[in-house]
């Protein structure tokens, strides 16, 4: 006896059940999908600001029937021919101009001559077109390629589609166009491989390569040619595809009439049937894997024609097409528009608001399609008040919900002459494009266009004026879906049918149909969630809720005003069982990607108990996430330092904080409230809204206490306390005898050591003592209201709790250089802090003992850091002079320092925060420094930095003293013959130690971040790499490069994601790479900026390679390779300090700080404002002139501004200044 399935207690459908148990909700409680979304509408108070839908009123029910049925199409052509001969009349007209892409981009393909050309970007005409894309069938059809072989293509909006779709359709070959974004999801990316078996392959780059490869290895080897139309970046085994182009098709041009200016653009002689499959979709469904939709030329071609038709398009129209062209909408006004004759301008590779308010400037765009959240973000951008739009002539909305407030912002504010509603489906093309509330005419519905209301029970036409499921029907109708083995295709196709007036299809869609044939959509019986213009399939979701969690859910879309909808959960809890947000979004994300990233879970009990209970106020964490926004908006307002108008709750931060400040602001967070938000989870929820939900689902919070991580012996230090020397009483007792030997001369002893901590590379490489300011840093500070016994007191409870500012140094012969650090006793202090007596006024603060070289520095063996504490008799207030070697601290570890010295001023006995030891970071440094992770990274480097022994012209600056020093460089040894050094001359009299700093205006940087993803320290170090190349002749540019480091390392993700933030960590990660920028007169300035991006994420990766590792294996590997690399960091070296509130004391103000690194220049740059950066530099004054320095610095600014700057992006670096 089969069980009965619980019903709603509401409307008595069916709701889900518990597949594992057999058992569903309690029917007394149970509640369907409709009921779900009734409530937490009520329950999430969401109010939808662009207004809702009018209420719906039933139109008075006819006996006529709801069918409708368009003027029909008796017969159309071959997609290829439709387009070629469209193209053949036209040719000399401009048929694509992309505004992302430059001027000679595939012009190789294309044959058209740039030189001349009045624009930076891609223009291409009918003519160039048609050559491109008929050389490249000439060269698949040599290759081995046949009609029927599909070719699969990883596209964004560019040039290259309208290329691979015209060769496909000329070859007669099913042309599949996938986002490139879907690549990062594995197992669709497999699905997808295994629908289209595709015989060409064909993607953007490397990174889109090795995930379809990673992901589906198996069916990427059956595959006949892989390409990549950006060669530069491609993967091992993909060719180039200018260069397959210009291979394959080489040898048939030479057996052909070359004279012929036709044979560049005959099309192949292929034998094409109108029920050929020539472009395959792929819609979700409501179902978890995407289905294929494959268009014949018959559908296809309908699609082109009708459409065109409804549009009433004439040749002076142009289309901002800057909907996907792997989704219906972007295919759609491909080829209405190319079927006339029309240009296509494509502003971006992906949606961007700002380039296509730029599309309407420079290409003139008439017509706009898209979603509402598009033609929103377009008139909340900053550039529309510079826009002329009154010239736009029609915005064609569909693909999600429309409101009526939605029409009026085109019309009104947008200026376009008329917005249109479209209705249709990936699998029908489009049904009817019409202003809203018009009266059916001759173009409503489309050309060949079938509609019809049925019962979605029994299948029967209802009456006019009832809601039904529509059904659409014509020559546009795909017949059937492609899928994968494993898919239950009858299933798939039982919404398709056939009668005596044609092929059908249900489209799952609530609908009412009025007396005049006008049809409305009310919403839909399927489960489908469109998320600006999206469709999201919730069995996806839900099979990852059971696959993953072993959680039973429900997921429904809920409306959005700016994503139409968004997916909500209701979840089935079992007792005790608990589920956190920030976990399930991030695995949605990596098994479905990020639309699927759930808004909400709400549990069911929650839900159950508002249905029995409506008169309940209290929203779903409505006060907490209120609260939450509250909090973090006052957080990111100190800490960015914006006005507070510039920030609202749906602003992104990523605006106005690059991934640094994110990572030091998620520990602020910690430290500040006791929640937990990663930087990836502040990536992936970028406005405080987000974020104040995603803390108000979450109840994460992280531990203050790490004494299980930094354990502390209470007698003295044994052997099986120190990480390196696992119970090696030789190895002890060596490290013992050489620490008795710094440690007498100070009247301490063993008992005093409270740990001995090794040193990673980067730091080794800091202690090496040239000279005694040998990489020292000095600072004063003036400090308010306080006391010279309330300062000290301060300084010795802060220096407590950073255990690595408390250190000596030795340098046994079996491992390198080790901190021994030494408890907080006073013992121990008397010889770092030091009262002295009274100064005039803050200069004579700045200048307290300065280049005393009794006095003024710190370095090895130690004390590491030593501080003066003064009174300051003009200010009536105390100053503090410190001294620290950088093998003790970082630009992130100091601020940290100082926060805790200012708590304890602020207020006695403070309780200071409690920060990740840097002992365990060090250790675990230690640990793993020899692991495979470890040797990756070397090699990494190696591979990198191959040749650059033979690249030494282009260091900078050139050395016109022995030795690189800024500051004082008496007592300076020649590490070479370990003697003094001799005499250096100074060039002139200024301090270059102290340098200067000037401002440079970041006009469209934000922008840059949000349409590439490129952050600022990007633009600053293309202009150095430039700026190096300008002074030095050669074809690269050489500098190192500081790293934060601020990861684990050598940890694999899941190991570290246990571990505590290591932004959070109180002591020195820092890391130093060298960075080779190669720079060439016709290298485009976007390509370069998005090449250093890149570069910059796998520097940040591999950043932990053990640095006296690396130097050897340079050398070893290429003979004083090793050596130059060195060399490169004493020369020069760039900085990227963190922004934000890093210094912001109440009780210390900041007099000066001065950098005495062993190095020619020290570019220290940091972001004041979100619109401006800071670069300070200094320099050694026997190297350069301070007059030298000067230009240097306004040229490195002048260049920052240009490349900051949106009309230079698509230059050549040749044209910059």
């Known amino acids: 006896m089969q069980a009965t399935r619980p019903k709603c207690a509401s409307c008595k459908s069916i709701v889900f059940q518990d597949a594992k148990q057999n058992t569903g909700v309690r029917p007394k409680d149970a509640l369907c999908k409709s009921i779900i979304r009734l409530n937490i509408s009520v329950l999430l108070r969401r109010e939808v600001a662009m207004g809702d839908l009018p209420p719906f009123e039933s139109p008075t029910i006819t006996s006529q029937p709801s069918e409708f049925f368009g003027t029909p199409l008796l017969q159309v052509p071959t997609v290829h021919d439709l387009l070629s001969g469209s193209a053949k009349r036209n040719s000399s007209k ?64 560019g040039i290259e589609f309208h290329i691979i779709a015209r060769a496909a359709f000329e ?66 085994g993909w060719q180039d595809i200018c260069a397959f182009v210009t291979n394959y098709s080489a040898s048939s041009e030479a057996s052909s009439d070359a004279s012929s200016s036709s044979a560049e653009t005959d099309s192949l002689i292929v034998n094409r049937e109108m029920e050929d499959v020539v472009l395959i979709l792929f819609t979700s469904g409501t179902t978890s894997l995407p289905k294929g939709v494959p268009h014949t030329n018959t559908s296809l071609a309908t699609i082109f024609i009708n459409s065109h038709e409804a549009m009433n398009l004439d040749s002076a129209r142009v289309c901002g097409n800057h909907a996907p062209v792997s989704h219906g909408l972007g295919i759609l006004f491909y080829g209405m528009y190319h079927l006339e004759g029309c240009k296509i301008v494509h502003p971006s590779t ?11 400037r420079e290409e003139g765009v008439t017509d706009i399609p898209g979603v509402p959240a598009m033609i929103s973000a377009m008139l909340e951008h900053s550039d529309f008040k510079e826009t002329d739009t009154s010239e736009l002539k029609c915005v064609v909305m569909g693909a999600t919900d429309v409101l009526p407030e939605h029409f009026r912002r085109c019309t009104k504010e947008l200026q376009a ?22 009266a059916p005419d001759k173009s409503y519905p489309v050309l060949g266009a079938l509609l019809r209301v049925c019962d979605p029970g029994t299948g029967d036409v209802l009456p ?56 409305k959509i009310l919403g839909r019986y399927k489960d489908l969630v469109i998320r600006g213009g999206e469709k999201i399939a919730p069995k996806a979701i839900e099979a990852v809720f059971a696959e993953s969690f072993g959680i039973i859910a429900e997921v429904v879309g809920f409306a959005d005003e700016i994503a139409g909808e968004v997916p909500v959960a209701v979840v089935k809890l079992l007792a005790g069982q608990e589920l956190n947000l920030p976990d399930v979004r991030e695995k949605m994300i990596q098994e479905l990607g990020i639309a699927f990233a759930v808004e909400k879970i709400i549990p069911i009990t929650q839900l159950e108990k508002h249905f029995r ?9 409505g006060g907490i996430a209120y609260e939450n926004v509250e909090m973090l908006s006052q957080l990111w307002l100190q800490f960015l330092g914006i006005n507070s108008t510039s920030l609202t709750p749906q602003t992104s931060v990523r605006n106005f904080a690059d991934s640094l400040m994110i990572s030091r602001f998620s520990a602020k967070l910690r430290r500040t409230t006791g929640q937990v938000m990663t930087l990836q989870q502040i990536l992936e929820h970028p406005t405080i809204e987000a974020q104040a939900a995603l803390l108000s689902a979450s109840s994460a919070t992280q531990k203050d206490d790490y004494s299980d991580m930094d354990a502390k012996p209470g007698g003295p230090l044994e052997s099986h306390h120190i990480a390196h020397v696992v119970s090696n009483a030789i190895e002890f007792e060596s490290i013992k005898t050489l620490g008795q030997e710094v440690l007498t001369p100070l009247g301490l002893a063993w008992n005093d050591v409270e740990d001995v901590v090794p040193m990673h590379g980067n730091l080794a490489r800091l202690l090496t003592r040239r000279r005694p300011q040998s990489n ?50 006073n013992r121990f202090f008397s010889h770092c802090v030091r009262v002295v007596g009274p100064v005039a006024d803050s200069k004579a603060l700045d200048y307290l003992h300065y280049n005393n070289l009794e006095v003024d520095y710190a370095a090895d063996p130690g004390p590491m850091f030593q501080v003066l504490i003064s009174h300051v008799e003009e200010e009536n207030c105390p100053g503090i002079v410190y001294m620290a070697q950088h093998s003790t601290y ?63 012209n282009a260091l900078f600056p050139v050395a016109r003293a022995p030795g690189m020093f800024k500051g004082n460089t008496g007592g300076w040894i020649d590490i070479a013959t370990g003697k003094p050094g001799p005499k250096r001359e100074l060039l002139d009299d200024f301090d270059g130690a102290r340098g200067f700093a000037q401002l440079a205006k970041l006009r469209d940087a934000q922008q840059l971040t949000a349409d590439h993803g490129i952050e600022v320290p990007h633009i600053i170090r293309a202009a150095l790499a430039i700026l190096n190349c300008r002074q030095t002749g050669a074809g690269v540019a050489l500098y190192g490069q500081n790293q934060a480091g601020r990861t684990w390392p050598f940890l694999s993700d899941w190991q570290a994601s246990r571990m505590p933030e290591a932004m959070d960590v109180n002591g020195p990660t820092l890391e130093m790479v060298v960075t080779r920028t190669p720079v060439a007169d016709d290298l485009l300035v976007l390509k370069m900026l998005q090449s250093l991006q890149n570069e910059q994420v796998l520097m940040n990766e591999h950043s932990h390679a053990p640095w006296d590792t690396l130097v050897r294996e340079m050398n070893e590997g290429e003979q004083n390779a090793g050596h130059v690399m060195e060399e490169v960091v004493l020369r020069q070296i760039f900085n990227w300090l963190p922004g934000g509130d890093s210094l912001k004391c109440k009780r210390l103000e900041m007099v000066s700080i001065v950098s005495r690194a062993d190095v020619g220049i020290l570019w220290n740059c940091t972001m004041p404002a979100v619109d401006e950066v800071q670069i300070h530099v200094s320099w050694d004054s026997a190297q350069l002139k301070k007059a030298e320095v000067e230009g240097l610095l306004e040229n490195l600014i002048d260049l920052v501004e240009q490349l900051a700057r949106r009309d230079s992006w698509l230059k050549s670096v040749g044209n910059l200044r």
């Open 613 to 621: 209970d409506e008169q309940n106020e209290e929203a779903v964490g």
């Open 171 to 236: 070859l007669n070959c099913p042309f599949a166009p996938v986002n490139p974004k879907t690549a990062e999801n594995a197992k669709e990316t497999k699905h997808y491989l295994n629908v289209l078996k595709p015989a060409v392959v064909i993607v953007p780059d490397r990174a889109v390569a090795q995930s379809t490869m990673k992901a589906a290895a198996s069916e990427i080897e059956q595959a006949k040619i892989l390409l990549a139309y950006d060669g530069e970046w491609a993967a091992e």
């Open 417 to 438: 002459a008329k917005a249109m509603d479209e209705y249709g489906l990936s699998e029908t093309g489009a049904v009817w494009i019409c202003p809203p509330e018009q």
């Open 464 to 519: 006019r004026g009832e809601v039904g499921e529509l059904h659409l029907g014509g020559p546009q109708v795909i017949t059937q879906y492609l899928l994968a083995e494993g898919q239950d295709a009858e299933t798939a196709n039982s919404c398709f049918y056939d009668d005596s007036h044609g092929h059908w299809m249900k489209t799952g869609d609530r609908a009412v149909m009025a007396e005049n044939g006008l049809t």
């Open 776 to 825: 020292n840093h000095r600072h004063a500070w003036l400090v308010r209201d306080s006391t010279i016994p309330e300062v000290t007191k301060a300084i010795k409870k802060a220096l407590a709790n950073h255990p690595v500012m408390r250190s000596m140094t030795i340098k046994p012969d079996h491992v390198g250089p080790l901190h021994v650090i030494l408890r907080p006793t």
């Open 94 to 157: 401009i048929a694509v101009a992309c505004l992302h892409q430059k001027s000679d981009h595939l012009s190789s393909l294309s044959g058209c001559d740039t030189s001349q050309s009045a624009h930076h970007h891609l223009r291409w005409s009918f003519g160039e077109l048609l050559r491109a894309s008929h050389a490249m069938a000439l060269a698949l059809s040599e290759a081995g390629i046949e009609p029927g072989d599909v070719v699969l293509a990883y596209v964004g909006n």
């Open 890 to 952: 970082d630009g992130i570890s100091v601020p940290y320092f100082l926060e805790d010295i200012d708590a304890e001023l602020c207020m006695t006995n403070a309780e200071l925060t409690t920060r990740v030891p840097y002992t365990a970071w060090a250790k675990s440094y230690h640990n793993f420094r020899n692991s495979d992770s470890a040797k990756r990274s070397i090699s990494w480097n190696v591979d990198r930095l191959a040749g650059i022994s033979k690249q030494q």
């Open 350 to 360: 992906q949606y961007d608001a700002g380039a296509s308010l730029a599309a309407i």
